[in-house]
């Protein structure tokens, strides 16, 4: 017997979950233009094993003006769910097993073939039109092809008379392009390589990220000697008597690149060793006809001669894309997540190509409160677990972050963590309104920690048993050069709609009522520390920003 059940979003469900421990979902409450997702999940009860499963064929009625989409929830091996010394109790399972949460089509043309006692999942995704209003249904339906049974499933959409507001927060996951290179097994920036990017760029643009990291040189993150990242450069390097040429056509290609997509700002990478700044980045070259690489981990970062291109390379850009009227566009950062005992160095290496910037905003990953009070850098990014003094500070235009150390009592991105806590930093970003960013680092890092191999994403999602799993990266790399993605993806997706809901709330109620309303749920204070401790609790914060909008409209 086929048993089903509407869950929402908020569900990851194991194999060897009992689909009568969930809650049904009946209604959900959404505004225009949102994307809205639930789940649909599925178990063979019937009695005894079959030799042959039957199929079931899956389909979605709804409003015609709806774009429903319906997907398989895949679950992948996990070695390394958890910190093993940093963690607590709000995962959902610590030890090693498989975890739901990748996303694929709908297998054999659109249908499902239930396991015997094996819960799985179809992810239901309904894109609702900007000017739709009013009370409809969205109902999945099953086909039993062996006996011709029917089984529908419905839940009810209301969508209220307001539209969800353009995305106001910058929010950047770092992509990189060298990782799709190496994966693919194809050349940087050929004509392969390019379609593959843009395929990558068009998903995180559609998903919120409005930021895009822009690799001027190979990115210098997460690598250690003696070895290099695929070389991946936008900007073309040749030397010719001792004197530097640039060529930008890459980077004119890019700009058009995430100008289809909808990207609005340009990160600009990194241009000295992550953490203790003490190397300059990798950098390749045609030297008198020949392609090598003319910096590399022999070249320290106070070395004359890279300073001397790298100012020579700075001026150059700057010049080109004012001349683009795209200059504006650009955010620079100097030396991924410095720490105190760096702070000189870090001064020193900023200091040598400051006054190229002066006008244009640097930012870097840091969490010493230091590095702001003694005005080294103006534009601070530290983690969600050292904010509050950036924040008590005033610091203006303020970005936070996340990585690989909110183990304990935070929000993350981990495939362990519940979807509750993940998507509970929509309103931890929302209560503090300094803050105008966010960042995360792994959108699709598909190496190991120290970069000296590629690493399988289907089947390592914590870069060799570094990290824990699902920091690493948020889309997966389908067959065909286009991104599969995660259930974190579609998650940090509502925080983000979640944001902007709070957003047009605030144009009927002041910032402080909204948040007073968010409180009352959660029944405490908002802080970095406080996630949703349930999906009963997230979707009720949800609900009561809802609620709020739907009274003002209403008027």
């Not at 039957?54 to 895949?74: E, G, I, M, N």
Request: aromatic share 12%; hydrophobic share 40%; glycine share 6%.
């Amino acid at each position: 017997m086929l048993k089903t059940k509407t869950v929402s979003s908020q569900i990851k469900a194991f194999l060897d979950d009992k689909i009568d421990s969930f809650f049904e979902c009946r209604g959900l409450t959404v505004l225009g233009g949102e994307t809205v997702s639930f789940q649909l999940l599925y178990v063979d009860e019937g009695p005894g094993y079959l030799p042959v499963r039957p199929f079931v064929k899956v389909s979605a009625v709804s409003d015609p003006s709806f774009d429903v989409t319906l997907r398989d929830v895949r679950l992948v091996p996990v070695d390394r769910p958890v910190h093993p010394e940093k963690n607590d109790d709000g995962y959902l399972r610590k030890e090693p097993g498989i975890f739901p949460d990748l996303l694929t089509p709908l297998r054999y043309g659109g249908k499902i073939c239930p396991s015997r006692e094996k819960l799985r999942s179809v992810w239901v995704e309904v894109k609702i039109p900007k000017k739709f209003s009013g009370r409809t249904e969205v109902s999945v339906e099953l086909e039993i092809e062996c006996s011709g049974e029917n089984i529908v499933n419905t839940v009810a959409i209301d969508v209220i008379a307001a539209t969800l507001p353009e995305e106001e927060l910058l929010f950047t996951q770092w992509l990189y392009p060298d990782c799709l290179a190496s994966y693919y097994n194809v050349e940087a920036f050929s004509e392969e390589h390019w379609k593959i990017v843009e395929n990558f760029v068009r998903l995180a643009v559609k998903r919120g990220r409005n930021v895009l990291y822009t690799p001027l040189l190979t990115p210098f993150l997460n690598v250690l000697p003696p070895h290099y990242r695929t070389p991946a450069q936008l900007v073309g390097v040749s030397v010719n008597s001792g004197e530097y040429e640039f060529d930008f056509s890459r980077v004119d290609r890019w700009v058009e690149m995430c100008d289809r997509a909808g990207v609005k700002y340009f990160e600009i990478s990194h241009f000295f060793k992550q953490h203790d700044a003490d190397h300059a980045a990798h950098v390749y070259a045609t030297v008198d006809g020949e392609y090598k690489r003319i910096f590399g981990w022999e070249t320290e970062a106070g070395d004359r001669e890279f300073v001397r291109f790298l100012r020579s390379m700075l001026s150059a850009f700057i010049a080109h894309m004012k001349k683009r009227g795209d200059d504006e566009r650009c955010i620079y950062h100097v030396c991924d997540e410095p720490g105190l005992d760096t702070i000189e160095q870090y001064k020193k290496v900023k200091a040598s190509v400051e006054d190229l910037l002066a006008g244009y905003k640097t930012l870097d990953a840091l969490s010493d409160f230091e590095f702001y009070k003694e005005g080294i850098l103006a534009h601070p990014v530290p983690t969600t677990t050292h904010a509050m003094p950036f924040i008590e500070a005033g610091v203006p235009d303020l970005w936070v972050y996340y990585a690989c150390c909110e183990l304990v009592d935070y929000s993350n991105c981990y495939v362990a963590m519940p979807s509750w806590r993940t998507r509970s930093l929509g309103f931890q970003l929302y209560k503090y309104e300094n803050i105008t960013g966010f960042l995360h680092w792994g959108y699709n890092y598909y190496n190991n920690r120290c970069s000296g191999d590629a690493i399988n994403p289907y089947i390592d999602l914590g870069g060799e048993d570094w990290v824990p799993a699902g920091d690493t990266f948020m889309v997966y790399p389908a067959q065909d050069g286009t991104p599969l993605e995660s259930l974190r993806m579609l998650t940090l997706e509502e925080a983000l709609q979640d944001y902007r809901a709070m957003k047009l709330a605030e144009k009927y109620y002041s910032h402080a009522e909204v948040v007073a309303a968010i409180e009352a749920v959660l029944g405490e204070e908002i802080s970095f520390k406080r996630c949703a401790k349930s999906e009963a609790e997230m979707l009720a914060v949800r609900e009561a920003v809802n609620e709020m909008i739907k009274k003002a409209v209403s008027r």
